[in-house]
């Protein structure tokens, strides 16, 4: 199991950017897939964006595509996620997720083992 802690999260104008961070424990953190998600209020949990255990496989959600970028820093079991050019429907709650030992990315959220808390997003107009 690997336990995951985000931060970054806050408040921030429509144009703004924010940086979400993800820290893992465990070993093997290069050979496990990572992924944000994000809930907004009444919504299912979607996909945002994903980045194989190498860094060299990277999957975007067509709604944050030239706006976010996702990366991963094996030496210090972090994953990213820049978010520039927000919007207020990109408000929600921004999950990190793992594939446990599996270096594969997905988009698919039933292929993600576990889960971090959460931390709020909220762009304002």
């Known amino acids: 199991q690997v336990q995951l802690v985000e931060s970054g999260g806050g408040l921030v104008q429509a144009g703004g950017s924010l940086r979400l961070s993800c820290a893992a424990s465990?070993?093997?953190?290069?050979?496990?897939?990572m992924g944000w998600f994000r809930q907004a209020p009444g919504k299912e949990r979607e996909f945002v964006a994903a980045?194989?255990?190498?860094?060299?496989?990277?999957y975007y959600a067509d709604s944050v595509r030239g706006r976010f970028t996702i990366s991963r820093d094996n030496a210090k079991n972090t994953v990213h996620l820049q978010m520039n050019v927000l919007k207020p429907e990109d408000t929600a709650v921004y999950y990190c997720a793992a594939r446990n030992r599996l270096p594969a990315a997905t988009t698919s959220r039933s292929q993600y083992d576990d889960w971090g808390q959460g931390t709020q997003v909220t762009v304002s107009s």
């Open positions: 465990g070993r093997a953190f290069s050979a496990t897939a």
């Open positions: 980045i194989s255990g190498s860094g060299v496989t990277i």
